[in-house]
């Protein structure tokens, strides 16, 4: 079966810290690809600074040129809001691909705000990026609490295919100081430079406009 790595965010904007950490959770989970699921819309983040989507897939594109990562708005095609119907739809959908979730520790941190994300551990592994200003937090956080029985050992991580889920591992990757909000704050208008194009998605094969 072919294995995915799913990372969903808003991309706003993507950048090299994102390339980094997605080829580094490549390698250490041993995937055959990659996607990065851009959000129409994150219901945890203010809309007031998002740039529109075609922009934020179009800055997504261009630093993923040349890797295996595949840029989607696969959300939009499905019409789902939240991350757990849209997993769930995507199992449904890819019966013969074997996925898991990639998110950094500052997602791990505001987990239980996530709607049903008890459904989305059940549903397939977590890898964790783990960011050591967040680590702390994240350890005494009310989704580690009930994830701390289902954590697997890090050097098993080549194995996840065999676990069973609820199952969490942790990916330790050297700090990155790289983030959209910093970009954003010294290019406010940033998505001006993709403002007339069009996206093709990598997964749907879409015009994302």
Known sequence: MKTIGLMGGSFNPAHKGHRA???FAMDSLGLDAYWWMVSPGNPL????DMAPLPARMASAKAQAK??????????????????????KKLVARYPKTQF???MGADNLLQFHHWRRWH???RLMPIAVIARPSYNPQVVAGPAMAWFRRFVRRSDQRHHWTKWSTPALVFLRFRPDPRSATALRRADPYWFHRYKELGTRDGVTRN???
């Not at 890797?67 to 757990?84: H, N, R």
């Open 119 to 121: 459904d989305i551990a």
């Open 45 to 48: 983040k203010p809309q007031s």
């Open 21 to 23: 950490i997605s080829l």
């Open 66 to 87: 040349r890797t295996p990562i595949k840029v989607t708005a696969i959300e939009q095609a499905l019409g789902t809001v939240y991350t757990a119907e849209t997993l």
């Open 100 to 102: 898991i979730w990639i």
């Open 207 to 209: 015009i994302v406009l």
